[in-house]
Nanobody
Framework: QVQLVESGGGLVQAGDSLRLSCAASGRTFSIYAVGWFRQAPGKEREFVAA????????YYADSVKGRFAISRDNRKNTVYLQMNSLKPEDTALYYC????????????????WGQGTQVTVSS
């Protein structure tokens, strides 16, 4: 199994940037991709971005395309989410998780969820 821990959240103003980190441990060599998700109060968890663990292929939700960038450092077993031009609607608890299913967006196909890191964007 793989375990993931998120960090890097905070309170920022609209237009600011923030970088989240997702540290992986356990059987990291077996996962295909790592994804970032977010969940705002009263809403369902939604896909944000994903990256393959080995090849670095990426996949983004339309709502963040062009503003967010996902990357990975295999030596550090860490995946990053660089978030630029943040908007109040980006406010949410951000999670990362791993999948064996491919470069997918369904949360049900991911596992090893962390506790999340809060991102709050003020207007």
């Amino acid at each position: 199994q793989v375990q993931l821990v998120e960090s890097g959240g905070g309170l920022v103003q609209a237009g600011d940037s923030l970088r989240l980190s997702c540290a992986a441990s356990g059987r990291t060599f077996s996962i295909y991709a790592v994804g970032w998700f977010r969940q705002a109060p009263g809403k369902e968890r939604e896909f944000v971005a994903a990256i393959t663990w080995s090849g670095g292929r990426t996949y983004y939700a339309d709502s963040v395309k062009g503003r967010f960038a996902i990357s990975r450092d295999n030596r550090k077993n860490t995946v990053y989410l660089q978030m630029n031009s943040l908007k109040p609607e980006d406010t949410a608890l951000y999670y990362c998780a791993g999948t064996y299913a491919g470069l997918v967006y369904r949360a049900s196909l991911y596992e090893g969820w962390g506790q999340g890191t809060q991102v709050t964007v003020s207007s």
